[in-house]
């Protein structure tokens, strides 16, 4: 098998730590196949600087640019960072999501997109102190959401000019026992969309509910609204009359 080829390709470091003999064999322009041989180890071993695809070594140890100084990728720890706001860099890659998941007892649901992913993972622990009350539902909805939603456990009194809408923010002679009404703004204008939020929206209140309450889920879809709901796409939505008469109709 000859010792060279035409293709030119990257040295491996290993190739120097070769005798003489078996470098004097590399001709410059020129593949030598010890010199590809090696560097097979050495992108599995230590890695070849490559942060998509880092060596064993650059697992643990991570990545430092030799010229810029710049960390182009951190060690082992980044495997137990879900980093929902951190550089790509700095946290766990997406096909160990599902691994550190379980670490947290959290089933990740194969419909939420990988940032809410991350988000679930990195906040479940948190949430599991608030889970079945007020505070933590409203979380968990907002973490999928990206909006506050609104709770109303339907306790709050008749006040005129505060609390004066029957039926919206008050009731005659408080709620019914253990139950409260929850108010979800969804930002979507795609019917089929809009259903699917629905539905895992009702599925976390399910899940994160005290057993023996029950609700209703109102949602609707943020209109703009300067100073009070002005983000596209986050906060409000825009459209026709038609767009939004037709999800309040399938809602």
């Known amino acids: 098998m000859p010792l060279t080829d035409e293709r030119p390709g990257p040295t491996s470091r290993y190739f120097a730590y070769l005798p003489a003999v078996y470098q004097e064999e590399t001709t410059p322009g020129q593949f ?3 010199n590809g041989f090696l560097l097979a180890f050495e992108q ?3 890695g070849v600087g490559d942060s998509k695809k880092p060596g064993l070594e650059e697992i643990l140890e991570g990545i430092i640019d030799p010229v810029s100084g710049n960390r182009q990728l951190v060690g082992v720890s980044r495997y137990f960072d879900p980093g ?3 550089a790509d860099a700095a946290r766990a890659p997406q096909e160990f999501l599902p691994w550190l ?3 947290v007892a959290l089933m990740l649901r194969a419909d939420l997109d990988e940032d809410r992913q991350r988000e679930f993972i990195a906040n479940a622990v ?5 889970r079945g009350t007020k505070r933590g539902l409203e979380a968990m909805i907002r973490t999928y959401t ?4 609104s709770i109303d456990e339907l306790n709050t009194p008749f006040q005129l000019s505060v609390h004066s809408t029957i039926g919206v923010d008050t009731v005659l002679d408080g709620g019914g026992p253990h139950f409260f009404r929850v108010r979800v703004r969804l930002p979507t204008l795609d019917l089929t969309q809009l259903k699917w939020m629905t539905e895992v ?3 976390i209140i399910d899940m994160e509910k005290p057993a023996h309450t029950h609700y209703q889920l109102n949602v609707s879809t943020p209109t703009f609204q300067l100073g009070v709901t002005s983000t596209i796409g986050v906060d409000t939505l825009l459209g026709t009359q038609a767009d939004h008469d037709a ?5």
């Not at 948190?126 to 608030?130: E, Q, T």
């Not at 990206?146 to 939603?149: D, R």
């Open 32 to 34: 030598a196949f010890l």
């Open 44 to 46: 599995m071993l230590t």
């Open 84 to 86: 929902p706001n951190a």
């Open 101 to 103: 998941a379980g670490w």
């Open 126 to 130: 948190a949430l599991y102190r608030l």
């Open 146 to 149: 990206k909006l506050a939603p």
């Open 201 to 203: 929206t009702t599925a």
């Open 247 to 251: 999800l309040a109709t399938n809602a």
